[in-house]
């Protein structure tokens, strides 16, 4: 499974044990960490959908086993206060989030799944602090990649994949469920017209344009789910096709 997230464009070096300073701290480095993260998000809440989903299971132990190797191995102090406050609450709030992580992950198929929202709240928190973290490292070097958008690209997808996810667990009748329903259309609006510029940019690189094809492909079948919801949810299906996307946009990126 290690080498599937690979192939799916996950850079081991991006995760490696590398000495990390606040020199050499990077707004990518950090975006890096956002996506594992939620897509460890993703996959609890397939575990949560199905506690028997053998698949959920093992990617969740692959994306602790990232995790485990990266958060920690965050600079402890910043350039700033500021930055050094959210690198300590980043590293205080993991090693929670991972033993809690790890032990639902291996609890008995046969067992009901146990209440996570404690550990959604707090996996949520971590985004917030990570998200934090990189608009202020982007504050300190203003400057930046063009291809970073890209990787930004594909964490939005994962962030939709997770509200759909939500959603999908929630009474539909209820008003946050109706909420909720509103916010995921306003964020399939907002990478529908991200995913067209994306397009529009890449389209004539020689590389660039067909993977960039394929995921706006894979993209209209979610924006279709997401009309037809709540009369046809199919959650695991809208994973997987995140999946394939946020697979592809990475490839991308990986060019440059």
Do not use: C
């Amino acid at each position: 499974m290690l080498f599937a997230l690979f192939i799916a464009g996950v850079s081991f070096k991006a995760y490696s044990k590398e000495t990390l300073t606040a020199n050499n701290l990077t707004p990518e480095h950090i975006i890096r960490q956002e996506l594992l993260l939620n897509q460890l998000i993703v996959n609890i809440y397939l575990l949560q959908i199905d506690f028997l989903n053998s698949d959920a299971r093992e990617k969740i132990q692959d994306n602790l086993s990232l995790l485990d190797s990266s958060i920690p191995n965050l600079p402890t102090r910043g350039e700033d206060g500021e930055t050094s406050g959210l690198l300590a609450t980043t590293k205080a709030l993991w090693p929670v989030i991972s033993r809690h992580t790890s032990w639902m992950g291996n609890l008995p198929k046969q067992s009901r799944p146990p209440e996570a929202s404690s550990l959604l709240l707090a996996l949520a928190k971590l985004d917030r602090q990570l998200l934090l973290l990189r608009q202020k490292l982007m504050t300190q070097t203003p400057v930046q990649k063009p291809e970073l958008n890209i990787l930004e690209q594909a964490l939005l997808m994962q962030r939709l994949s997770r509200e759909y996810l939500a959603l999908a667990m929630n009474d539909q009748s209820s008003d946050m469920a109706q909420s909720s329903q509103q916010q995921l259309q306003t964020l399939a609006k907002h990478f529908n017209e991200r995913m067209h510029r994306l397009k529009s940019q890449y389209q004539k690189h020689p590389y660039a344009g067909k993977p960039i094809r394929q995921a706006q492909a894979a993209w209209l079948f979610i924006a279709d789910s997401i009309q037809s919801y709540p009369q046809k949810a199919i959650p695991e299906m809208v994973a997987k096709y995140s999946d394939r996307i946020v697979g592809k946009l990475t490839s991308v990126h990986k060019m440059f």
